[in-house]
Each structure stands twice: as structure tokens, then as C-alpha cells.
């Protein structure tokens, strides 16, 4: 089986992306892992502080490995915007195959004396695990949002500097950099989020020598996904789309099936629903 850097290197030379895909309960894995499935792709299933919190750090890791152990299916476990070096050690300790830290509210200085310490964390723990850092602000919340967060935007003062994601990646020795280049967390609604600066992914990529990772990979269109992949994202996080459609899909079974107890029946279809918006990004994303 390979290693998740392996993967990663192998779809950046590729020019795809790897799918990460946000879960908070086990219906959203079983989601996940039958679009992986179906479509035989790689993914990685990424958890919040309060999905993790939710799924449990043991019962994600373990059911990661059944997955790849077992049944042979390329999958790997991240700790999604972890904000302390505690979270990021926690999530070492049980076993996780990335982490990322966030140390974007922290002061410049602050965020690279984390962000190296967990980096050497990682390294102690002799296994191979990716860590991976955020450098500008790409907003917080998967959900839908009235307006673009303050802060978040195309226009230059916004957008993360060739120049500070070298000097970033060199300083703190981070596997993969997350930039703000346009991108934001959540998705405008009725209508599409700011387009992505794609040139920027190209320089980036270009200076730092490492994989660039998309957060907010909601609200962005086909084609500037398709740009961005070819310009040198190598990762792209969705998570509120998905989102969207398990509650979605949940609601109309309750609502179809208004006597109906058994969670298994009811659940299905969010599952479902989950399931179809997975590999529709994946087939995106792998230029399918
Ligand atoms: P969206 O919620 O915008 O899809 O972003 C997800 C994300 O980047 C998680 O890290």
C-alpha cells in the first residue's frame, strides 16, 4: 500500500488532486468510503476539532486502517485546522496520517515556532505523517454564508505572497502549504464563491518545492478547479457541500417517511446523497 506522500507526489506529478473529505459521523464515512469505492480513487477523510470530537479520534483511525488493511482501499485520516500544538499531538498520538495545524490567528513568529514544533513532533513519532500549514485567512465556518468574510478575497493585500510562503515553508520545514488565494470556507448563498487566483497556485508552488492544498473547495466552479489542479493544487478539502447534501437528503426521507423509526431506512438516503456529491468532486478532480 502506498504512503500517503507517495500519493500526493504522485498526483501532483499527475497534475489531479487527492479529495479530502470532511465527516462527522459514520454515515458521512460510509459515504466517502463507497465513492472510493466506486470510482477506485485515493482519499483522505479529513475532521474538524468538533468532527473529531463528534466521530472520536480511536473509531476514525481504526476504521481508516480497516478500510486500508483490510479491504485494500487507499484512504488516510487527517486532523483537519487543529489550533493548538496539543490538538496536533493528540491526534499524532492516535494515529492520524496528517495533521494540520492553523495557526493563522497566531502572530507571524507564533505560527511558525507551532507550526515547527509540530513538525518535529511528527517526526519523533518515526511514522510518516504529512503536516501540513495554513498561511492567510480563508475564513472558518463550513456553511452557508450571507457575504465573503472580511479578510478573504482575490484582491492582492488578501491573497498569501510568494515571497512569505517560501520564507514560511523554509523556516517551519512543513510537508504541504495551504494558501489563501481567493479561496474561503463555506459557500455564498445563491451564488458562486470569489474566483480562485490560479497564477498565484502556479508561483507558489513554484517557490515553496511543496504540494499545495485548496481549502474551501465549496462554491468553487468546474473550471476554476480544473485550472487550479493544473496550475498545482495537489489536495482539495470540501466539506459544507457535503453537508448540504446529507441534511438534504435526510430531511426529504423524514419527511417521505414520517412514521418510519429504524435509522438504518431513514438514514440511507443522506448517506446516499453524500455518496453521489463525493464522486461527483472526486471525477472532478481527477480530470474524469
Ligand atoms: P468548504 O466547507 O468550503 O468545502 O471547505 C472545507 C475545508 O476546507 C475543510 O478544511
Same mark, same amino acid.
Given at each position: 500500500?502506498?504512503?500517503?506522500?507517495?500519493?500526493?507526489?504522485?498526483?501532483?506529478?499527475?497534475?489531479?488532486?487527492?479529495?479530502?473529505? +470532511?465527516?462527522?459521523?459514520?454515515?458521512?464515512?460510509?459515504?466517502?468510503?463507497?465513492?472510493?469505492?466506486?470510482?477506485?480513487?485515493?482519499?483522505?477523510?479529513?475532521?474538524?476539532?468538533?468532527?473529531?470530537?463528534?466521530?472520536?479520534?480511536?473509531?476514525?483511525?481504526?476504521?481508516?486502517?480497516?478500510?486500508?488493511?483490510?479491504?485494500?482501499?487507499?484512504?488516510?485520516?487527517?486532523?483537519?485546522?487543529?489550533?493548538?500544538?496539543?490538538?496536533?499531538?493528540?491526534?499524532?498520538?492516535?494515529?492520524?496520517?496528517?495533521?494540520?495545524?492553523?495557526?493563522?490567528?497566531?502572530?507571524?513568529?507564533?505560527?511558525?515556532? /507551532?507550526?515547527?514544533?509540530?513538525?518535529?513532533?511528527?517526526?519523533?513519532?518515526?511514522?510518516?505523517?504529512?503536516?501540513?500549514?495554513?498561511?492567510? +485567512?480563508?475564513?472558518?465556518?463550513?456553511? /452557508?454564508?450571507?457575504?465573503?468574510?472580511?479578510?478573504?478575497?482575490?484582491?492582492?493585500?488578501?491573497?498569501?505572497?510568494?515571497?512569505?510562503?517560501?520564507?514560511?515553508?523554509?523556516?517551519?520545514?512543513?510537508?504541504?502549504?495551504?494558501?489563501?488565494?481567493?479561496?474561503?470556507?463555506?459557500?455564498?448563498?445563491?451564488?458562486? +464563491?470569489?474566483?480562485?487566483?490560479?497564477?498565484?497556485?502556479?508561483?507558489?508552488?513554484?517557490?515553496?518545492?511543496?504540494?499545495?492544498?485548496?481549502?474551501?473547495?465549496?462554491?468553487?466552479?468546474?473550471?476554476?478547479?480544473?485550472?487550479?489542479?493544473?496550475?498545482?493544487?495537489?489536495?482539495?478539502?470540501?466539506?459544507?457541500?457535503?453537508?448540504?447534501?446529507?441534511?438534504?437528503?435526510?430531511?426529504?426521507?423524514?419527511?417521505? +417517511?414520517?412514521?418510519?423509526?429504524?435509522?438504518?431506512?431513514?438514514?440511507?438516503?443522506?448517506?446516499?446523497?453524500?455518496?453521489?456529491?463525493?464522486?461527483?468532486?472526486?471525477?472532478?478532480?481527477?480530470?474524469?
Amino acid at each position: 500500500m502506498k504512503t500517503l506522500r507517495e500519493v500526493i507526489q504522485e498526483a501532483r506529478e499527475r497534475r489531479v488532486a487527492i479529495g479530502h473529505f +470532511n465527516v462527522s459521523n459514520l454515515e458521512g464515512f460510509h459515504a466517502v468510503v463507497g465513492a472510493t469505492r466506486e470510482l477506485d480513487l485515493p482519499v483522505i477523510i479529513g475532521v474538524s476539532e468538533g468532527e473529531r470530537d463528534f466521530f472520536g479520534l480511536d473509531e476514525l483511525v481504526s476504521l481508516v486502517k480497516l478500510y486500508r488493511e483490510k479491504h485494500g482501499i487507499t484512504i488516510f485520516a487527517n486532523a483537519d485546522h487543529s489550533y493548538s500544538f496539543e490538538r496536533v499531538q493528540d491526534a499524532i498520538d492516535a494515529g492520524f496520517d496528517m495533521v494540520i495545524f492553523d495557526g493563522v490567528k497566531l502572530s507571524h513568529d507564533e505560527n511558525i515556532e /507551532v507550526t515547527k514544533k509540530c513538525v518535529e513532533y511528527a517526526k519523533a513519532s518515526g511514522r510518516d505523517i504529512i503536516v501540513e500549514a495554513e498561511l492567510g +485567512n480563508i475564513g472558518q465556518s463550513s456553511k /452557508v454564508l450571507e457575504d465573503v468574510p472580511e479578510g478573504v478575497a482575490t484582491s492582492e493585500k488578501f491573497l498569501t505572497s510568494v515571497e512569505d510562503a517560501k520564507a514560511f515553508v523554509e523556516a517551519t520545514g512543513v510537508d504541504a502549504l495551504a494558501p489563501a488565494v481567493g479561496n474561503m470556507h463555506g459557500i455564498l448563498k445563491g451564488g458562486k +464563491n470569489p474566483e480562485i487566483n490560479t497564477e498565484r497556485i502556479a508561483e507558489i508552488e513554484k517557490a515553496t518545492g511543496v504540494p499545495l492544498v485548496l481549502h474551501g473547495g465549496s462554491g468553487i466552479s468546474d473550471e476554476d478547479f480544473r485550472t487550479a489542479i493544473k496550475a498545482g493544487i495537489s489536495v482539495v478539502h470540501v466539506n459544507t457541500e457535503l453537508r448540504i447534501a446529507f441534511k438534504d437528503g435526510l430531511e426529504t426521507s423524514l419527511a417521505a +417517511n414520517k412514521d418510519d423509526i429504524a435509522p438504518y431506512r431513514y438514514m440511507k438516503p443522506a448517506l446516499e446523497a453524500m455518496k453521489a456529491k463525493t464522486i461527483e468532486k472526486l471525477e472532478l478532480f481527477n480530470g474524469q
